[in-house]
């Protein structure tokens, strides 16, 4: 097989305990941060977080499910994604008709388009890339979107 085949690598799916173990692994670099996450934790001791955050050890699930409530306020569904524990829906911070709707041709400050729309959209700057964006999925181990 040569290394310009075109062979597509697919690569594994990243699961919720993936996402711990990553969590995990940048909370081991300072150092009371991993030992207040072990005291947190039900059950957990620093040298089994070590361990798993270096995948050398695979936690008991009562231990990923309070990792998963203390880093990231959620909890490991059956395949091993992660769902948010906040199920409240996002309350408006104020009316729907606040504030109210203006008509700009009541302006003091208006003044009609011109005739030519389309000479002056010619004469006008191109953004330089016009392609539009993709949009993003749902960010990896999480199950929902992660809201």
């Known amino acids: 097989m040569s290394i310009f085949s075109k062979k597509e690598v697919i690569p594994e799916p990243i699961?919720?305990?993936?996402?711990?173990?990553?969590?995990?692994?940048?909370?081991?670099?300072?150092?009371?941060?991993?030992?207040?996450?072990?005291?947190?934790?039900?059950?957990?001791?620093?040298?089994?977080?070590?361990?798993?955050?270096?995948?050398?050890?695979?936690?008991?699930?009562?231990?990923?499910?309070g990792l998963a409530k203390v880093i990231f306020d959620a909890q490991l569904d059956e395949n091993d994604m992660l769902v948010s524990l906040n199920q409240k829906l996002p309350t408006p911070l104020c009316a729907a008709n606040y504030p109210p709707r203006i008509d700009p041709k009541t302006s003091p400050y208006y003044s009609p388009p011109p005739r030519d729309h389309d000479a002056v959209l010619a004469r006008m700057p191109r953004p330089v890339n016009s392609v539009p964006a993709k949009p993003k999925g749902p960010p990896p181990g999480w199950a929902d979107g992660g809201t």
């Open 15 to 65: 699961t919720g305990i993936d996402t711990l173990r990553q969590a995990v692994a940048a909370r081991t670099h300072k150092a009371g941060v991993l030992h207040a996450l072990a005291r947190d934790v039900a059950g957990a001791r620093l040298s089994d977080l070590e361990d798993f955050a270096q995948r050398k050890r695979i936690l008991p699930p009562a231990i990923l499910a």
